[in-house]
């Protein structure tokens, strides 16, 4: 937790108050059983080696990533696996963002981007947070990586 928190102190300060924020609500909406630590260089909420032993890709010594987030240059970024490969949590998601944000949404297959602090929808980024289970999130992942084995 150590090293998150050294993260967070070294956020721009252009960033500081957004990030901030947005750690703040997904912290009060993360469903249970996630645990905090840095992965790939950033704070990353992840499915504890105790509770999937089987690891991320198969790899036995790395949690499988639920959320992270990462103050980047030109934006905020929250990478949100658990959107990756669900269609109905993905459209409402998308239908909702359009509801409360004048700007176009910026996202990848699992990053949304935040280049205006002024234009992050908080609470809607709460409510997606608190979507997926634990439990439901390894039960969709797995679901994924055996439909991708060879």
Request: glycine residues 6%; contains cysteine; hydrophobic residues 35%.
């Amino acid at each position: 937790m150590d090293h998150v928190q050294e993260y967070v102190e070294n956020v721009d300060t252009k960033w500081q108050d957004s990030y901030q924020q947005l750690a703040k609500i997904i912290a009060e909406n993360i469903p249970e059983g996630f645990a905090l630590r840095l992965q790939y260089g950033m704070p990353t909420y992840v499915v504890p080696l105790s509770v999937f032993p089987e690891g991320y890709l198969g790899r036995e010594d790395e949690p499988l990533p639920f959320i992270s987030l990462a103050a980047q240059k030109k934006h905020l970024s929250l990478y949100h696996m658990g959107i990756m490969g669900n269609r109905e949590l993905l459209t409402w998601f998308q239908e909702e963002y359009q509801k409360v944000v004048p700007t176009k949404l910026n996202m990848g297959k699992s990053c949304i981007r935040f280049s205006n602090p002024k234009n992050i929808p908080y609470e809607l980024i709460g409510k997606l947070v608190g979507k997926i289970s634990m439990e439901e999130w390894i039960a969709s992942y797995t679901r994924f990586a055996e439909k991708n084995k060879k």
